[in-house]
């Protein structure tokens, strides 16, 4: 295993003291293993994917709108 030292703001290591009973280190480990899951998911679909970037964008607006009128309704 590797060491990997993260720098956090005062205020966020003050919250994280509350919790001692949390482990961090494994939190971090299983945080940064998810967002590299998820990207290489994402590459995987855009290297197949037929839309534009500006097509992609405009449907990602067009979903966050409908699920905002569906959650906020």
Known sequence: ???LTLAVSEELKHK????PEMNWS???RQA???KIE???FL???K???KLTEAEALNLGKE???KLAKHYVA
């Open 38 to 40: 998820d990207l290489e």
């Open 1 to 3: 295993m590797v060491t």
């Open 26 to 28: 494994e939190i971090a």
């Open 43 to 45: 590459r995987k679909f």
């Open 32 to 34: 940064f293993a998810q």
């Open 47 to 49: 290297e197949k994917s």
């Open 16 to 19: 994280m003291e509350r919790f």
């Open 63 to 65: 979903l966050s709108k």
